[in-house]
């Protein structure tokens, strides 16, 4: 089961389980109490699952805004290019060390290997907030980082 399903169900059952009990304790007579059971819980339900949707969404939106926010590539180390000057294939075909380099860095939770126009080739660390420069042997080498939150590109001393 995933997280999200389980919180579906924690907040379905949950919302049925505490409007049971506030329908159950409204009324004094034992019909008015199975009636108040039902309809609570039925309420109680409905509250749940617009919980867990609004809660979704919120995680949703967040998600998106953070990804939107995260600063893009920045400036290659020739200084000759800017953010949009990158793409995902250089001008080579992919050699086989290129295609187990890409593994490589998937296997590592590195970010897309990416290529500015003077045909360097870099890896970006979203997880860590890296943008580093790769050698023709495949070495990564420290280039640029940018702060939690932060959109500005800074130095990397590869602390
Ligand atoms: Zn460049």
Known sequence: ?????????????????????????????????????????????????LATS????????????????????PRCRQGRCGTGAYSYRG???PTEADRHFQERMLREDFGLVVYCNCGDRYVTDPRRRRFLRVEADGSLHPFRRHRPLGRAWLPDEGA
Request: hydrophobic residues 50%.
């Open 54 to 73: 609004l809660l979704m969404g919120g995680l949703l939106a967040l998600g998106s805004f953070l990804e939107w926010w995260r600063p893009d590539y």
């Open 1 to 49: 089961m995933t997280l999200i399903e389980i919180t579906v169900l924690l907040f379905t059952f949950g919302g049925i389980l505490l409007g049971a009990q506030a329908g159950f304790n409204s009324a004094d007579d034992l019909p008015g109490r199975v009636l108040g059971l039902l309809l609570g819980g039925v309420a109680g339900g409905g509250g749940g699952i």
């Open 91 to 93: 001008s080579k075909e």
